[in-house]
C-alpha cells in the first residue's frame, strides 16, 4: 500500500545525530541524507592487473546506477586463520598499486591499517582508514588513525555490543576529528559462524553514520579448519534486510570470480551479480522522504 510504502521510506532515510554526516572524499558524503556509498572491492591485492580490472569494473556499475563509491583492497591480511593464508601484496608494494588505481581512475582509496607504524604511510594514499574489527579497541591505532585527519572506518568486533561501539568512536572524536563511521560485520554465535542483530544499526547510527558489511557478516571465521569459509548466498538477504534498517553505505568484497580469489572467497559476491543487487538497495533506500523527528 502507499502508506506501507510511505512508512518503509521513512524507516529507511532515518540517519545518524544530525551534523554527524560528513564528506569521506571529493564529492563523497556520508550521512549527510543522500544516496548510500558503496565501499568495494577484493579482499586482498591478488596483482596490480586484477586490482586495476575490479575497480575499473566497480566504477562502471557504480557510474551507471549513480552510486558514490569508494575502492578498498587490502595490502596485508594480517588476522589469517594460518600463517599459511595468503596475505596480500605487502604494505610497500600494496600502496603503490593502490595509488595507481587513484590516479589512473580517479576513485577514492580505502585501505586497513594494522599497526600504528603503518598509519602515515598509508594516510598519504588512502582516502579512508579502515580499522579491523580485531582491533576495533585498539587505543593508539585509534588514536593514530584520527590524527592524519581522514576519516576513519571502525568495524565493530564480532564480541563487542553495538552500544559499545560508542568508546572507539569517542577515541576518535577525541583528537578533534570527527569523520567517524561505524560498521557492523556480524556477531559470534558459537563456533566459527557469526550472526547480524538489526537493531545494532540504528543503535550505532545514534553515535556515527553506519555502514553494512554484507559480506564478512556471511563469513564462517576459520570454518574450514585452516581459513575461513562463508555462505555467500546469504549477502543479499543480509543486505537488504539492512536497507530496510536504515544505514548510510554497504561494504562488500567482490570479485570476478570469487571461487579464484586467494582470500574470503566463500563469502564474497560476483561482480556480476551485483548491479541486480544495488539496484534492489537502492530501490528500498531511495524513496527520498525524512524520517520523523529528522525535518
Not at 129 to 138: D, H, N
Not at 221 to 250: K, N, Q
Amino acid at each position: 500500500s502507499q502508506a506501507g510504502s510511505l512508512m518503509s521510506g521513512r524507516l529507511a532515510r532515518r540517519g545518524p545525530k544530525l551534523g554527524r554526516g560528513f564528506e569521506l572524499a571529493t564529492g563523497v558524503e556520508i550521512g549527510t541524507g543522500g544516496t548510500f556509498v558503496l565501499f568495494a572491492g577484493p579482499c586482498a591485492i591478488e596483482s596490480p592487473e586484477i586490482t586495476l580490472d575490479i575497480a575499473r569494473e566497480l566504477k562502471r556499475i557504480t557510474g551507471e546506477l549513480g552510486v558514490p563509491f569508494v575502492f578498498k583492497a587490502s595490502y596485508d591480511k594480517a588476522n589469517r586463520t594460518s600463517s599459511k593464508g595468503f596475505r596480500g601484496a605487502g604494505l610497500d608494494d600494496g600502496l603503490e598499486i593502490l595509488a595507481s588505481v587513484k590516479e589512473q581512475l580517479g576513485v577514492p582509496i580505502l585501505t586497513d591499517v594494522h599497526e600504528t607504524s603503518q598509519v602515515q604511510r598509508v594516510a598519504e594514499v588512502a582516502d579512508v582508514i579502515q580499522i579491523p574489527a580485531m582491533l576495533s579497541r585498539q587505543t593508539d591505532l585509534l588514536l593514530a588513525a584520527a590524527n592524519t585527519g581522514l576519516p576513519v572506518k571502525i568495524k565493530k568486533a564480532q564480541f563487542m555490543a553495538p552500544q559499545d561501539m560508542a568508546g572507539a568512536i569517542d577515541k576518535v572524536r577525541s583528537t578533534g576529528n570527527d569523520r567517524v563511521i561505524a560498521t557492523e560485520r556480524g556477531t559470534s554465535f558459537g563456533y566459527n559462524n557469526l550472526v547480524v542483530d538489526m537493531r545494532g544499526l540504528p543503535i550505532m547510527r545514534r553515535f556515527a553514520p553506519v555502514v553494512f558489511d554484507a559480506t564478512h557478516a556471511v563469513q564462517r571465521p576459520g570454518g574450514l579448519g585452516d581459513r575461513s569459509g562463508g555462505e555467500s548466498e546469504f549477502v543479499p538477504y543480509l543486505a537488504r534486510a539492512a536497507a530496510g534498517a536504515g544505514v548510510d553505505g554497504f561494504f562488500m568484497e567482490t570479485h570476478f570470480d570469487p571461487s579464484k580469489a586467494l582470500s574470503d572467497g566463500p563469502n564474497m559476491i560476483a561482480l556480476a551479480d551485483l548491479p541486480a543487487l544495488l539496484t534492489d538497495l537502492l530501490a528500498i533506500t531511495g524513496l527520498g522522504l525524512t524520517a520523523p523527528g529528522n525535518e
